[in-house]
Every structure is written in structure tokens, then in C-alpha cells.
């Protein structure tokens, strides 16, 4: 058995575990719209928040659906080749790996 189902055996349990998810996801959600004015990958965390509160709540979840399929609208606009997406994110990943590696050297 894990924690979520353990917890959500009773009706207090049930109402517990909701307000757990709606606060974290809900302080999660509002460091992410900051994060959109401040520096930072406020969307990254603005989402990550809404798929935390899409565990539990059904309006978050038609919200990240929505915010899905915008998002595949937006890069079907784009009509970049999915060889150009991988390459970028290969890219992105080698550049990412050289620069950990980099810093750990001259530490």
C-alpha cells in the first residue's frame, strides 16, 4: 500500500491529502507565475504546479490539457523537423554533461 492510499482510507484522511496537494501545488503554481516576471523557468514551474494539482482536482486537469495542446498547436506552427528537435535537445543534454564536467574540474 502507498502513502496516497494509506492516507485516503477515511473521509479525514481523504480531505487531509486534499489540502496537502492543494497547497503544494498551489505554492508551487504561484512560485511559478513569479518566476514568469523573475529570473527562472517560470512556465517549467508554473506547469510542474498544475500537474501537481491535477493528481486531485479536475479543473486543473482540463487546465493542463488545454495548456497541452496549445503547446502542440504553438510547435506544429513552427514546423520544425523532429530530427532538428532532437539534435537540439542532444545538443542541449552534451552542453549540459561538458559543463557539469567542466566545473567539477576546476573547482
Known amino acids: 500500500m502507498n ?3 494509506f492516507i485516503k482510507r477515511t ?14 501545488g498551489g505554492t508551487i503554481t504561484v512560485l511559478g507565475a513569479i ?6 523557468p517560470g512556465v517549467l514551474i508554473l506547469l510542474a504546479g498544475l500537474g501537481i494539482l491535477a493528481s486531485e482536482f479536475a479543473w ?5 490539457s488545454k495548456t497541452k495542446s496549445m503547446a502542440q498547436t504553438a510547435a506544429d506552427k513552427v514546423g520544425m523537423p523532429t530530427w532538428v528537435k532532437y539534435l537540439l535537445f542532444a545538443g542541449a543534454a552534451l552542453f549540459s554533461i561538458i559543463a557539469i564536467i567542466y566545473y567539477q574540474m576546476h573547482r
Not at 60 to 64: L, M, P, T, Y
Open 35 to 40: 518566476a514568469l516576471v523573475a529570473p527562472g
Open 11 to 24: 473521509k479525514a484522511g481523504q480531505l487531509i491529502w486534499r489540502i496537502f496537494i492543494g497547497v503544494l
Open 3 to 5: 502513502l496516497r492510499s
Open 60 to 64: 486543473a486537469s482540463r487546465a493542463v
